[in-house]
């Protein structure tokens, strides 16, 4: 099953969603591209594939990207390949913003999906900041954004409220396990059990 989360740059949804993958078995994280500068603590690869433009450009016109976006002045992409290979061994969580939800939304997948929103808005900002990794007008930027962004956690499923971490990881963990006890996900465990009762 998909999972994205969306939510205001900064809310924690990295955060989160780390903290999820080393608690539970079979969830994988979708790895972007993205033609935004790599972060000092970033990993080209494991937090996205950092590529130019014009290689961003060239995956567009080949159709290569599930869903992609123009967010804060920089591409960002989930591709189709990163989806095949990774949702086959168990539960996917994407890590994307509301204009890529919406497409994947319009597609025919069964997905799941999560807004992070942080306590309050100074919260966000003192974040932002206290992340150190974005310059002054960057960070002014995502919060003008962010007040656009919330506007929109209607189209979600399901909203995180990342107050105290370790609640809005048991949250994410949750929402993840709800998804796995679906009636309809559960169809080829309950066959085999029935199986046992003849
Ligand atoms: P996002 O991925 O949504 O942009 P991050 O996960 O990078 O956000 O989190 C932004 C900053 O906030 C990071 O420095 C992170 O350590 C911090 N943070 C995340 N969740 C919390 C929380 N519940 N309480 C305090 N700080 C948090
Ligand atoms: P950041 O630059 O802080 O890592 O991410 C900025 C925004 O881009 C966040 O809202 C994040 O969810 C979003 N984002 C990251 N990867 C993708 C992607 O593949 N597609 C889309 N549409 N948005 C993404």
Request: net charge positive; proline share 5%; aromatic share 8%.
């Amino acid at each position: 099953m998909l999972f994205v989360v969306s939510g205001p740059s900064g809310c924690g949804k990295s955060t989160i969603i780390h903290h999820v993958m080393r608690d539970l078995r079979n969830v994988q994280f979708s790895v972007s591209y993205t033609t935004r500068p790599r972060r000092p603590s970033e990993q080209d690869g494991r937090d996205y594939h950092f590529v130019t433009k014009p290689e961003f450009e060239r995956m567009i016109a080949r159709r290569q990207f599930v869903e992609w976006a123009e967010v804060h002045g920089h591409y960002y992409g989930t591709s189709k390949k990163e989806i095949a290979q990774k949702a086959k061994a168990g539960d996917l969580v994407l890590d994307i913003d509301i204009q890529g939800a919406r497409q994947i939304k319009s597609r025919p997948v069964r997905a799941v999906f999560v807004f992070v929103l942080p306590p309050m808005f100074d919260e966000l900002k003192r974040r932002l900041k206290e992340r150190g990794e974005d310059k002054p007008e960057v960070i002014g930027q995502r919060l003008m954004h962010a007040k656009k962004e919330i506007r929109h956690y209607v189209l979600f499923d399901y909203v995180v409220i990342n107050n105290k971490l370790d609640r809005a990881v048991l949250e994410l963990e949750s929402i993840i396990l709800g998804g796995r006890c679906r009636l309809d996900v559960r169809k080829p465990q309950i066959k085999e059990i029935l199986k046992s009762f003849r």
